[in-house]
């Protein structure tokens, strides 16, 4: 069996930056997984699907210069302030990875288990490798949170967002979509598009959305609602400015703040799809649901004690978000899983990103609860894959006392 210093599970944003960052600092590691894969699936669903985020903080990270987003789209004409596609950003990250992190292994990996002082990794193409450290960069796969009164309905009646592979396919079919985030409504609106009768049924009661940022503001708008990567405003600015003084917070304030910044809310580009061309039912709550004759029976619970309502359709889709929970990484091991210290579901992280068992960090989205609301999107992974790959490197782990050394020999140093 061969061994690794480091191995790196998930080739997106995070996993291509740290893969990067790790091979400028000659760290010997291996990265695992289909480049951008998670990004190529929504493309793939079919629409036009665009980035929430802006241009210039949807970035993956390399010391070297010239592979931001804009350095991508700039010379082929395409957006470089907001919406950007996310079919380009599909294609900037496997640009970003052809150039920068040619040596990525296009397998998933399998099994993972402690060994030793390491990690017992497993690919599906039936290699096995020991890794003296282990990086989840897994993102949100895995985590996608449906609501349990659907629980009892077959997946060919309900389906999370995320699970769509076509919205063509709903062509011609009642298609309750429940929730008023991003993804809800911006499913609600392919379905539309795609020649679907969608309803939207929305808890609260009004759909927020976000308003266009102006390419040049006044003073006073720039001075009050500063723009960053994160969007606009003051918060968004500290915590972008500062993207590891959140982890220094205690963690019961930090982990009420990650569940509560930014609440659901729509793009400004969406809305013209989404009102006036399709029914947005607010105030109500899915109480039960049940298959009738190949459909989906809802009922519903109507604001303000105005009773119930029964709504029939073909298909539920569910817009309801992803729950970081590290019980649901089924590829780790069931002891290994149940060994890792939690912020509610979340692991808790040290400050080089590392779990409680030594060795194993996580980055991306599962890092939010440690290191705040920043690592739920692309932007944070420029600050991990620093992090990371300083904690990583023969220099930093020199003079680390205990610290267990990434061995700089083997196939992968670059
Ligand atoms: C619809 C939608 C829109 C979004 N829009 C934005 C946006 O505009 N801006 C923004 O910053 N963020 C956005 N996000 C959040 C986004 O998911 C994260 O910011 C980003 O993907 C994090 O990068 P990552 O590398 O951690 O994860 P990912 O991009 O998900 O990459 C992880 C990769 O790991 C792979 N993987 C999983 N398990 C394994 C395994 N066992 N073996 C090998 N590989 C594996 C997956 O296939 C995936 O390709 C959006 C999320 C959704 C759902």
Redesign the pocket.
């Known amino acids: 069996m061969s061994r690794v210093a480091v191995a790196i599970?998930?080739?997106?944003?995070?996993?291509?930056s740290l893969a990067a960052h790790l091979s400028a600092r000659k760290v010997e590691h291996r990265i695992?997984?289909?480049p951008?894969?998670?990004?190529s699936d929504?493309a793939e669903a079919g629409g036009e699907r665009y980035?929430?985020?802006f241009c210039f903080?949807?970035n993956l990270s390399t010391p070297a210069p010239g592979y931001s987003f804009a350095d991508y789209n700039e010379p082929r004409g395409l957006e470089t302030f907001e919406p950007c596609s996310?079919m380009n950003f599909t294609e900037y990250g496997r640009w970003f990875q052809h150039h920068n992190v040619p040596w990525v292994e296009p397998?998933?990996?399998?099994h993972v288990d402690r060994q030793g002082d390491g990690f017992a990794v497993q690919l599906s193409d039936g290699e096995r490798l020991v890794a003296d450290r282990l990086i989840i960069?897994?993102?949100?796969?895995?985590f996608a949170h449906v609501p349990p009164v659907l629980a009892s309905l077959p997946p060919d009646l309900a389906v999370h967002?995320?699970g769509v592979t076509s919205f063509a396919a709903f062509r011609g079919r009642d298609v309750a979509v429940i929730g008023a985030g991003?993804?809800a409504l911006?499913a609600a609106a392919l379905l539309c598009e795609a020649g679907a009768r969608p309803q939207l049924l929305v808890r609260e009661s009004s759909v927020r959305w976000h308003d266009r940022s102006a390419l040049e503001p006044g003073f006073w708008e720039r001075l009050r609602w500063p723009i960053s990567g994160l969007g606009r405003g003051l918060k968004a600015k500290a915590l972008t400015q500062f993207p590891g003084a959140m982890h220094r917070v205690p963690a019961k304030w930090r982990t009420r703040f990650v569940r509560s910044h930014l609440p659901a809310e729509g793009a400004w580009w969406l809305r013209h799809r989404v009102e006036t061309r399709l029914p947005i039912h607010l105030g109500v709550t899915v109480v039960k649901a049940r298959e009738v004759s190949g459909r989906v029976a809802l009922q519903l619970r109507l604001a303000s004690d105005a009773g119930q309502r029964r709504l029939t359709v073909d298909h539920v889709i569910a817009g309801s978000g992803?729950e970081i929970d590290v019980g649901r990484l089924m590829?780790i091991s069931q002891g290994l899983r149940s060994a890792i210290q939690r912020l509610g579901r979340a692991p808790q992280l040290n400050a080089s990103f590392e779990a409680s068992i030594p060795g194993l960090h996580f980055?991306?989205?599962a890092s939010a609860m440690s290191f705040g609301p920043l690592f739920?999107?692309?932007?944070g992974?420029e600050y991990a894959a620093r992090v990371v790959s300083r904690r990583l490197s023969p220099q930093h782990l020199d003079v680390a006392t205990g610290a267990k050394p990434a061995r700089t020999q083997g196939r992968r140093l670059t």
Do not use: D, H, N
């Open positions: 599970i998930g080739a997106g944003p995070y996993g291509l695992f997984g289909q951008m894969r998670f990004w929504i980035l929430k985020s903080g949807t996310i397998v998933e990996v399998e960069a897994t993102g949100l796969s895995g967002t995320s991003q993804s911006e992803y590829f980055v991306g989205p739920r999107f692309v932007i992974a």
